[in-house]
């Protein structure tokens, strides 16, 4: 099974980020959990008082994340097969054949059509899994206290189904930004703006973020990076100060 995703430093950084923010009874959601790289570390920081919700699509990853959970003897995470997205339906999931253990996973044709990725798809596997919103799942939720985004393109879709819930809770954010359209992008970031976030690129935490078109893709090709977006009242952590 060939995998693929963060290297070594960047998983340090976004780990760091979440511990720092998160804190004992917090309720985390991780959406693209992969193999618990982050649901894991926040699932001991959130200790036995708090919750961690893990969303992975992909059988094949979500299969060996739950076997790793059982193994470790984890009590506090709860994980899903549902894909999230903008509103609940159902789609073909398409997972790489020879990489069935990957991220890259996908039914966004606009991800798949990606010059890099392109080649992953040639004999995909399609599997059909159930889409939800999170606007939807966490209907009845009392809390939530932070969420992580890495969907493999997914992103704005996953905002535009959980307006209500950021809106309600305003959880902190930490999510990838990748190649999407330009009309994805501006929508995000106009949400996000609309609900008063502060939006820090993880690589540029000196300055905010305060123009769409620094991340616009038709501006600046190959621009992927991960945004930590803050509620207005939670002061920025930059990790490369410690």
């Excluded at 470790?72 to 789609?91: D, E, F, M, P, R």
Aim: proline share 5%; charged share 25%; with cysteine.
């Amino acid at each position: 099974m060939q995998y693929f995703g963060y290297g070594p430093q960047e998983l340090a950084i976004l780990e760091n980020i979440l511990l720092h923010y998160l804190k004992e009874g917090d309720c985390y959601v991780d959406i693209g959990a992969h193999m618990g790289q982050e649901l894991i570390p926040a699932s001991r920081k959130v200790g036995a008082s708090g919750t961690c919700y893990g969303f992975e699509p992909n059988p094949y990853v979500r299969a060996s994340l739950d076997e790793k959970i059982k193994n470790l003897s984890i009590k506090n995470i709860k994980t899903s097969g549902c894909a999230v997205y903008s509103h609940n339906c159902t789609q073909e999931l398409e997972v790489p054949k020879n990489c069935t253990g990957s991220e890259l996973s996908t039914f966004i044709q606009e991800v798949k059509s990606r010059f890099y990725y392109t080649r992953c798809f040639e004999d995909a596997i399609k599997v059909t899994c159930a889409c939800v919103s999170l606007d939807d799942f966490f209907a009845d939720a009392k809390k939530i206290d932070f969420i992580k985004i890495d969907a493999q393109g997914a992103e704005p879709y996953i905002l535009k189904g959980a307006a209500g819930i950021l809106d309600k809770f305003h959880p902190i954010l930490l999510m990838e930004w990748e190649e999407f359209p330009d009309e994805w992008a501006v929508e995000s970031y106009n949400l996000l703006q609309k609900l008063e976030y502060k939006v820090f690129d993880i690589n540029q935490f000196n300055k905010p973020c305060l123009s769409i078109n620094d991340y616009l893709p038709s501006q600046i090709p190959d621009k992927r990076t991960n945004l930590l977006c803050l509620p207005s009242n939670v002061a920025l952590y930059n990790p490369f100060a410690d």
